[in-house]
DNA sequence: GATGAATGAGAATTCATTCAT
DNA sequence: CATGAATGAATTCTCATTCAT
């Protein structure tokens, strides 16, 4: 254990609990797997993490303040230029697909009855929103509408297809790039190539 | 503890355990609460379960043994009369709402990323592969993407629809049959209208 | 740890939380040490006490609930019979010797600023009351005036003697009947023979 | 974190142990807490305190040493010149007020079962012993009779009526000043207008 | 002096599981 | 079948104390 600097060992207790809490949930995983994996006193989680939940909130607070910067940061690119759309979509899937782990929680987390979290919801609702901006209509029926469409034929089955890609292949003992280019495919041939409600 | 008698008991306890997971997940639920919900002496449990991953498996393999039925069942029915197809839909829809809680735990534990549970997969093959071996061909390639299709713009949208519809109408606090007939809609648009692979 | 009824565990927690909490202060024991003292299992602690305030609750409504029952029986004799004071007073304390311990853990909690424990105070009140009802007046002040007399040279020596006692023989090194034959001169000297607010 | 000199810090220090201590307790009372409240860096309370311990005793200590001086300062007067009881008393009194939460401290710490601190004995002792100097006689019988009579009947009554004035109004919810008239009255009609052992 | 970071030990509480009846 | 009691191992979290700078 090296003394690192206080960066440093956050970051480290926030990727050890990242690992821990995708594999294992996050009541599965004890505070001391975190600490024992992070190579950091258990104490010292305590000292930067108020308790256990804030361990994770820090996780999703940090997806949804990096997501804000992609989505503003690619916005102009993907909305105003003309970029092909499967580009475009291969192009946030690398992105999401890092943080792969943090939206396995963050949707475990949300399947939970009780309402202690709900950043699935709040996370697919900013990035809906951010991409239908454009044609926005201010209808709220209509934009009722739009979100379902979204959410559910668009946002779930990516989120998903990043969220299952290992297991499937290991289940379904498949070739990961074949496997990919399948559910592009689907993609493509369903919600891309869908007509949006209200339009 | 009124006296009931074996079956009952047991039932009790699966119930109080599929309302209690699906509210807290399977490590945030303890034996005690279980027993506690199903009004059932705790060492109880013990004497009809093994122990508490015996619980949700019983869980678990209800389920598919219920969808067994229902799928040879309606099979007849679904694939070879003219029923509409909207219609089929509700009607699966209106089965799998009672499975609600059951499925959203088998999700939960099926994100774990150690091998304990792939209930989800099993599932979804089953379903799945029922529903296309009217038009099955023997190219391996060929029903790889079949499934991945089926699962992921299929499949995957209605288990979301059905886990997620309580959630998503407290969430954003809208009308449940506007919400309703807006996914139903969208998924026509979308997974039920598009060409599926390979035909 | 011979399979011991409820009623015979439950004495024992409590005997050694007395014990310990007398001879530490609440904070300073554990309830590990309760456990090894009691010889029980510390999870048994928590089967039949909520937490560790649970505990120390129980030893004071316990000993207000005695309390109550030794002022009871004995108001008739000791109001309306020919006892001598002295004799009376004799009695009594023999009373609170046994409820030395318990009395100290509650003076302790008392002392500390937080509204978490008057029993002190409580107790206080019932002993004062019973033992002025009879010459009780119905002036508000009047009764403020006894109240405070009755605690401050009554009941707070007493309570301090009995707390004391041991301590005080211990540090002056002194004899034990010779020092309770000056406390009661000297209360004799004082509260006894003091003429009463109001009278 | 003002960087006020060596003296101020340990002030700061003393003072937040002292409000603390008396409120929780000091088994209730972490250092963290310590620090926290009085704005300095935990590990300077090291710097200047050996350990948790050497906070409280050097409260201790200092109140020691201030009440020598003050009775050493006020010894002449009180006993020599011929100022009216109570007046002294009150004067005493307000003396003692200014230090209430140490004397709670005290007394809590007193009462524990150990021998760590017997601190409230010997303050009583020194009060004590000054203020029967004059009237000494060399028979230690009588002094253990006088030493007693005045703990008990006297310095016991004040340390409580000081230490729990707040906490009765409170409780009691009465007026401060009819209060602490009252206990002026009955402390006049009973330790201060007895005759004491031996004379 | 002063400070942020670190730590080992221990505290309270809970859990899954078992036993004796 | 049913139950109250019991238990060992964990779990979450805190504490007093120290280190390195």
Chains 1, 2, 3, 4 share one sequence.
Request: with cysteine; charged share 25%.
């Amino acid at each position: 254990m090296p003394k690192g600097n206080k960066e440093d060992t956050i970051r480290n207790i926030l990727k050890a609990a990242e690992e821990l809490f995708s594999e294992k949930g996050f009541n599965g995983t004890s505070v001391n797997m975190i600490s024992d994996k992070a190579g950091v006193n258990k104490a010292l989680i305590y000292y930067y993490f108020k308790d256990k939940d804030d361990i994770v909130n820090s996780l999703f607070e940090n997806i949804i303040h990096e997501s804000d910067e992609y989505v503003s940061g690619s916005s102009s690119a993907l909305n105003h230029e003309v970029i092909p759309l499967q580009d475009s979509i291969r192009e946030e899937m690398n992105f999401l697909q890092e943080k792969q782990k943090i939206l396995s929680i963050m949707l475990m987390e949300s399947l939970k009855g009780d309402d202690s979290h709900n950043y699935f919801f709040k996370c697919a609702q900013k990035v809906i929103e951010s991409e239908i901006e454009a044609n926005i209509s201010s209808d709220p029926q209509e934009f009722q509408r739009l979100l379902v469409h979204e959410f559910f034929t668009g946002f779930v089955p990516i989120m998903s297809f990043i969220i299952f890609k290992d297991k499937w292949c290991k289940y379904f003992d498949c070739d990961t790039d074949q496997f990919i280019s399948n559910f592009l495919d689907s993609f493509s041939n369903t919600h891309l190539s869908s007509k949006k409600p209200g339009s």
